[in-house]
């Protein structure tokens, strides 16, 4: 069992700043790769940053250079900064995790309930 928290979501202006977190916790043996994404009502989930146990990263498009994603393995949390917020930017955003349970098993996914950003002109 995992649970993923999150916290930093809220309502910003443009050209403000918002930082996420999201806290692992429950069955971990490894996490392989943990991310962002986001979600428009009616529309799909699309991956905003993610980032490796290695700490290889990958971004949309939209938001490179102005966000940035970063992992405290220890702790089992991912962090994404979102500089310079634009009101295109407000979404329903969802921490996802790659989760190693056990030794002996194999990787299964999870998501956090979703946390509100909106941008205000």
């Known amino acids: 069992q995992v649970q993923l928290v999150e916290s930093g979501g809220g309502l910003v202006q443009a050209g403000g700043s918002l930082r996420l977190s999201c806290a692992a916790s429950g069955s971990i043996f490894r996490i392989n790769a943990m991310g962002w994404y986001r979600q428009a009502p009616g529309k799909q989930r699309e991956l905003v940053a993610s980032?490796?146990?290695?700490?290889?990263?990958n971004y949309a498009d939209s938001v490179k250079g102005r966000f940035t994603i970063s992992r405290d393995n220890a702790k089992n949390t991912v962090y994404l900064q979102m500089n310079n917020l634009k009101p295109e930017d407000t979404f329903v955003y969802y921490c996802?995790?790659?989760?190693?349970?056990?030794?002996?098993?194999?990787?299964?996914?999870?998501w956090g309930p979703g946390t509100q950003v909106t941008v205000s002109p």
């Open positions: 980032i490796t146990n290695s700490g290889r990263t």
């Open positions: 996802n995790a790659v989760v190693l349970p056990s030794y002996s098993g194999g990787y299964s996914e999870y």
